[in-house]
């Protein structure tokens, strides 16, 4: 079984186009994450949710927003996409705020072109 | 802010050691990790340490941890192909949440 599941796995699209990401974790975790790795596999954390509250906000851009409808699922809306958006998107989970492990999804590659 | 270096490469033949290092700069680390990505997936965590211990050995897997000089390092033992991925260091403070700051990656090559 699937424990962090996103959907789609690849993305590509156009500038200035908006889409979303999905994430959905079947673990029973309080808390999710959003991650964008960039071309070199630099991982930078961009967002994190406990029971569908934003606890972090890493000075990501407001055309990126998350959204928790309930606490298994965390997905992520992008408008106007920019070229230097393209990257890997990972979603985690982690039993609560104090979780020291982090369960990864498999990534979703977003290319803008 | 909080800084995780490592290097970027590195190169062994199957059944030897390897050694891949990291070095941080937020003194009030609490919890030391690495992560290993495999080509195509997400991160996968191998084992973690407190920052109050200076040694973890999990089966092929050792940590050493000097606080002092914020150095941790992850040795595989009898290193096989199938470890051929990019090792993630990382490292996180109780700031009343966990909020981990991964190093740069270190990709493993082990030749047959």
Same mark, same amino acid.
Not at chain 1, 8 to 34: A, F, R
Not at chain 1, 47 to 59: A, D
Not at chain 1, 66 to 95: M, R, T, W
């Given at each position: 079984? $699937?424990?962090?599941?996103?959907?789609?796995?690849?993305?590509? $699209?156009?500038?200035?186009? *908006?889409?979303?990401?999905?994430?959905?974790? #079947?673990?029973?975790?309080?808390?999710?994450?959003?991650?964008?790795?960039?071309?070199?596999? /630099?991982?930078?954390?961009? /967002?994190?949710?406990?029971?569908?509250?934003?606890?972090?906000? =890493?000075?990501?851009? #407001?055309?990126?927003?998350?959204?928790?409808? *309930?606490?298994?699922?965390?997905n992520?809306?992008? #408008?106007?996409?920019?070229?230097? *958006?393209?990257?890997?998107?990972?979603?985690?989970?982690?039993?609560?705020?104090?979780?020291? =492990?982090?369960? /990864?999804?498999?990534g979703t590659r977003?290319?803008?072109? | 802010?909080?800084?995780?270096? %490592?290097?970027?490469?590195?190169?062994?033949?199957?059944?030897?050691?390897?050694?891949?290092?990291?070095?941080?700069?937020?003194?009030?680390?609490?919890?030391?990790?690495?992560? &290993? %990505?495999?080509?195509?997936?997400?991160? %996968?965590?191998?084992?973690?340490?407190?920052?109050?211990?200076?040694?973890k %050995?999990?089966?092929?897997?050792?940590?050493?941890?000097?606080? &002092?000089?914020?150095?941790?390092?992850?040795?595989?033992?009898?290193?096989?192909?199938?470890?051929?991925?990019?090792?993630?260091?990382?490292?996180?403070?109780?700031? !009343?949440?966990?909020?981990?700051?991964? !190093?740069?990656?270190? &990709?493993?090559?082990?030749?047959?």
């Amino acid at each position: 079984d $699937t424990a962090v599941s996103q959907t789609p796995k690849y993305l590509v $699209t156009q500038m200035g186009n *908006d889409k979303s990401i999905k994430c959905e974790q #079947n673990l029973g975790h309080d808390t999710m994450y959003w991650y964008k790795q960039d071309s070199k596999k /630099f991982l930078k954390i961009m /967002f994190s949710y406990n029971n569908k509250e934003l606890i972090i906000n =890493e000075t990501v851009p #407001n055309r990126f927003s998350p959204k928790s409808p *309930d606490k298994a699922h965390l997905n992520l809306h992008i #408008n106007s996409l920019e070229l230097g *958006d393209s990257a890997v998107y990972f979603c985690a989970s982690s039993q609560d705020l104090a979780g020291n =492990e982090q369960f /990864f999804g498999p990534g979703t590659r977003l290319t803008v072109l | 802010g909080e800084d995780v270096e %490592q290097s970027l490469f590195l190169s062994v033949r199957e059944g030897d050691s390897s050694v891949i290092n990291c070095t941080y700069t937020d003194s009030s680390s609490t919890y030391l990790y690495w992560y &290993k %990505q495999e080509p195509g997936a997400g991160l %996968q965590l191998l084992t973690y340490i407190f920052s109050n211990m200076d040694m973890k %050995q999990d089966q092929r897997l050792t940590v050493l941890l000097n606080k &002092k000089d914020k150095h941790l390092s992850l040795r595989i033992a009898d290193t096989q192909t199938g470890d051929s991925a990019i090792y993630f260091c990382a490292e996180s403070a109780r700031r !009343g949440y966990q909020k981990v700051t991964f !190093g740069t990656g270190t &990709k493993l090559q082990v030749i047959p």
